[in-house]
């Protein structure tokens, strides 16, 4: 899976990396495409070619304007999408009013309907079987404490479900007959997710899996045909290790279905309709991400994908007999679809970026003949768009952009790689702003991403496109730790955060030198979560480098985070780390705190104050330690806010803070 770890407030850290999108159906396909190879396959990373940095160039664009901020902040962002069952309507969730809230469209398109109001965001929307509802999850304040609510599809009161302010619940999945909806759950004190049972009818919660140990947790995927098993996934915290389950709703008895030696990846997506075939994802070979069909009964898997780009699997047709699936190259990706008997496959013509099967849960309309896509790029704000089948199609049906912004020319992202300190290949998304010289004299930022377990891809990112159209230079760069280039690359930071990772980072800011435009003298780091964490590490344990930083929820001190951040959090932690005890010279080392007395740079810090991942105390000890020291430091806490910035007026603001400092600090402008 692709993990969205980009710098915007609105969408932070991935590195729970717990879902995979369910995709749905293809029908009356193959008259669409033509046929393509048996098994998918398509090279990987192994075949990068390293990109010279004197190849790399500004275009002329006499247009070229830095971009308005409330332009980029307006124009506004579209998730979590469901087909009504009757295919007319669509629920899904935008921030037109400045905040995530649930709203639904015509499906043939037309201005949307805002169905709740909340200063609250609001996730996970699902329509009842019978259409006469949607359930959605909310949270207060950016807490992460989920609570499922229910309102009328055609308006109304909304119901608060569950109203357990100390339990996340998360992820309705309503079985066929409508009288139960299952939740993955994680009380706030408890370090595994669990599945738990909603009646209806009754609003009683029953707890279907029981997890004993402390580092595993369960999500649901598909209900049988009949409603008497559940299938799930169960998966360990580091996200190296997770196999396939079937539960007896009755009795809560599970079945292991990809039974395994040592770490090996198995996360199911999709049931056939039959009953029969799982769509998953599995890692089997070689530890790189591959598609497979499962034979429930004979537990043998067939391979759709055989690739060492991150291949992830989608969902079957209605009927069964097609199936889709997504893969990730170097962060651009591109979505499949295969025929199940013969496992043809070939990729659906859409333009390039980040694309996907947008519905839950099913991207497809009931009766199949419409299917909801999502894209971006770099240069095109999220939407979503309906396939028409038959005529072979597409429709855009949310329109995110402002038109202000679509007359501002937006420089594109470009794919580079390049060796670093040890000799790895590193990829890296890489700006360039229009209109500049080739003379050494052009600040420059680097842009750490959160995690560590994700991926920076093409994403729009109006973060990003606020500093670029202002003449920064960015890169982005996938450090060892990043997924998408296969399990060996993904496990190359263990117990090593802030070390190699950083020399990645360091080495992405040579490649920038060595183009010729940038001085070395005005080079800037940003990042929220792990990326905050990095620039941390940056400004202190490589001083020289950097010219001015901009941390946002970053960690300074690994030992501290165990006591404050959430308690399934910090079995990730130590899934990367190791015992805080018996390896504490490895916490130590990779704890910014370690080098704070050597940093130079004048650092922002930016904090949401009701941060469950990353709490407040760290930015406290960060600016603490730096005025003690005499050092340039100013921060900035965001009340109601968690790990990352939702409400517009605080992403706003924390753009406008951003530009300012670097402005200041690597133009030498106020």
Known sequence: MLARCRLENEVTMKSVRSTCLSFLAFLAFLAFLVCGSAVAQSSGPDARQI???????????????????????????????????????????????????????????????????????????????????????QDTGGNELW????????????????????????????????????????????????????????RKMTPLTHESTPNHLWQSVAWSPDGKTLYADRLEVSFTDADVYAIEVATGKTTNLTAHQGQVLNIASSLS?????????????????????????????????????????????????????????????????????????????????????????????????????????????????????????????????????????????????????????????????????????????????????????????????????????????????????GMEFQKANYQDLGGGDLQDEVYAAKFLEATGYVNPN?????????????????????PDIWAAGVEMYGIINWMTMLEHEDPMLQQYEMSLLGDPVKDRAAYNAASPITYIHSVKAPLLVLQGENDPRVPKEEAEQVVILLKRDGKTVDAHYYANEGHGFEKRENQIDSIRRTVAWFDKYLKGTN
């Open 51 to 137: 990109s010279d940095p004197k190849t790399i160039t500004s275009a002329s664009n006499p247009n070229a304007r830095p971009i308005p901020i409330d332009d980029l902040y307006f124009t506004r962002s579209v998730s979590s999408a469901s087909w009504s069952p009757g295919g007319k309507e669509i629920a899904f969730t935008t921030d037109i009013s400045g905040r995530a809230n649930l709203w639904k469209v015509n499906a043939d398109g037309g201005w949307p309907i805002q169905l709740a109001q909340s200063d609250e965001r609001q996730y996970g929307d699902t329509w009842s079987p019978d259409g006469k509802w949607i359930v959605f999850q």
């Open 147 to 202: 609570d499922i609510f229910a309102i009328p599809s055609d308006g109304g009161a909304v119901i608060n479900l569950s109203n357990t302010p100390e339990i996340r619940e998360e992820s309705p999945r309503w079985s066929p007959d409508g009288k139960t909806i299952a939740l993955n759950t994680k009380p706030k004190e408890a370090t595994v997710y669990d599945i738990t049972l909603l009646d209806w009818a009754t």
């Open 273 to 485: 309709k039959d009953g029969k075939k799982l769509l998953i994802t599995s890692n089997e070979k070689s530890g790189y991400q591959n598609v497979a069909l499962l034979d429930i009964p004979g537990r043998k898997l067939a391979w759709v994908t055989d690739t060492k780009w991150e291949a992830s699997s989608g969902d079957f047709s209605p009927d069964g007999n097609w199936l889709t699936y997504t893969i990730n190259a170097d962060g651009r990706v591109d979505t499949y679809v295969a025929d199940v008997a013969t496992l043809h496959s070939e990729k659906i013509p859409v333009p390039g970026g980040v694309n996907g099967f947008a519905g839950y849960p099913s991207s497809f309309s009931p009766s199949g003949d419409r299917l909801l896509l999502s894209h971006e790029s770099s240069v095109e704000p999220g939407d979503f768009w309906i396939c028409h089948v038959s005529s072979r199609k597409s429709k855009q049906l949310t329109y995110s952009a402002i038109a202000s912004l679509n007359s501002v020319p937006r420089s594109p992202s470009q794919i580079i790689s390049y060796k670093s300190f040890d000799g790895k290949t590193i990829s890296a998304l890489l700006w360039m702003p229009f209109n500049l010289k080739r003379d050494g004299s052009n600040p420059a930022l680097v842009l750490p991403h959160g995690g560590p377990t994700g991926q920076s891809g093409d994403y729009w990112s109006p973060r990003v496109a606020a500093l670029v159209s202002r003449g920064y230079i960015c890169i982005e760069a996938n450090v060892r730790g990043s997924t998408g280039y």
């Open 522 to 542: 005005k080079i800037g780091i940003t990042g929220g979560s792990y990326g905050g964490f990095m620039t941390l590490m940056a400004i202190g344990r490589t």
